[in-house]
């Protein structure tokens, strides 16, 4: 088990996250038309899965709207905005902020997605929503750079996360 800060406060995570030079965990996700979206249908792609509680908090909506600008112009790449909520709030906010780029991808319907990807709150005011973390695969599936970030309410690393996405 991890651990990882909500406020100062420590929060327990279950599952085990995924480290560079593994493979992917594969995942079953709901993409913005309510369809599947699968890992597996991403193959070929490099995909960045930015992970976060939720799209309605400053923190989460300002890492889509970085990785909008910093990701989404780069050669075949995808950007994944990935949490709890359901995939109509995500559109909202991006067509509303102009993010045409970057896929909302919700695990309402797939809760076992925390868990393979090891950012399962377990408790707290946030249980059963995902810890903040941003995940780099490459075309063939294998994770190339991996951040869990250690206080839920502070941003990623944009700029290692981009360069992973370059390399």
Known sequence: MTQVTFQGNPVTLSGAFPQPGTQAPD???????????????????????NIFPSIDTPVCAASVRAFHEKATGLDNVIVLAISADLPFATDRFCSTEGIEGVQSASFFRNTEFTQAYG???QEGALRDLAARATLVINEAGEVTYAQLVAEITDEPNYEAAIAALQG
Not at 33 to 41: E, H, Q
């Open 27 to 49: 995942f079953t996700l709901c993409a913005a038309d309510l369809s599947d979206l699968t890992l597996a249908s991403l193959k070929g792609k490099k995909v960045l899965l």
């Open 119 to 121: 950012v399962h709150i």
